[in-house]
């Protein structure tokens, strides 16, 4: 794993959003921005034992990180800052299927963009968050992940975040004309479309899943969505039926692609 050289960020307010993490200096695009380990970690089917625990966890950090803890929001907001509320609001699941999410005093600040420009994963032999940039990212920029699936178009994330988080999304993504909105949800609703589409055509066809492939990636670069994950699972499903299908050399390129991305 890349070796964080110096911290490259910093903890501003966000105009809007609270607090969030800043760029220092240029970011290049792969570098590592942080590596954190959980604070709090609890059970996401939030049964009472679980619960309790969460509270018993926090009582026992110190005053100053507690302080921390509570100045997270929480949605629904409470009338006092609850541990509760705020774990359930901010966690980070420690896995792509973990039942347990954990809670960090400098990952769970960073804000949601429709274009964010850093990907989070948990690092299982870390046991560690890392968040890494998924583009350059100039001095002075916020840092930016995303809360929810990204294939969708402007209405339908809208109303997702307002949802699950409480607020209705300016991000550069989404503060567009209404011309550039047309442009961007037609872009989704392709990617979207092709991603159902995969798993049917990839049975009976495989030039035409690779055809469908690269026009997913090639709409997400221009939409400017660089989320590994998403361009990692459309080269993976190129490479298996490529190697399915007895194209091991195409599927080589794609295994290669996807491990890259």
């Known amino acids: 794993m890349q070796e964080q050289a110096q911290v490259n960020y910093a903890i501003r307010n966000s105009e809007g959003r609270g607090r969030g993490l800043f760029a220092t200096r240029l970011i290049r695009q792969g570098e590592l921005i942080l590596s954190e380990s959980p604070t709090l970690v609890c059970n996401g089917h939030a049964r009472l034992q679980d619960l309790l625990q969460l509270e018993q966890d926090f009582r026992a950090l110190s005053a100053e990180v507690r302080d921390e803890i509570l100045m997270l929001t929480s949605f629904p907001p409470t009338p ?26 400098k990952a769970s600040l960073i804000n949601h963009s429709c274009l964010p420009n850093v990907h989070h994963s948990w690092n299982t032999n870390l046991r560690r968050e890392t968040i890494y940039a998924l583009r350059d990212i100039p001095e002075g920029q916020e840092i930016t992940t995303s809360y929810i ?13 307002n949802t699950q988080f409480g607020f209705s ?11 550039g ?3 961007s949800d037609n872009r989704r609703n392709q990617i979207q479309t092709i ?29 400017g ?11 993976y499903d190129a490479f298996q039926t490529c190697a399915a299908y007895g194209k091991l050399q195409l599927s080589r390129e794609y295994a290669t692609r996807s491990y890259q991305s």
């Open 195 to 223: 991603d159902n589409l995969l798993p049917q055509v990839a049975q009976f066809d495989w030039e035409k899943t690779i055809h469908l492939v690269e026009r997913a990636v090639s709409l997400m670069m221009e939409e």
């Open 169 to 179: 999304c300016q991000c550069e993504g989404c503060n567009l004309s209404e011309e």
């Open 80 to 105: 006092t800052p609850d541990v509760r509320a705020i774990f359930a609001t901010n966690n980070l699941p420690l896995g792509r299927h973990a039942t347990k999410g954990g809670l960090f005093l």
């Open 181 to 183: 909105i047309r442009a």
């Open 225 to 235: 969505l660089h989320e590994h994950s998403l361009i990692h699972g459309f080269y």
């Open 149 to 161: 699936e990204l294939k969708t178009n402007r209405s339908t994330r809208r109303t997702l975040l």
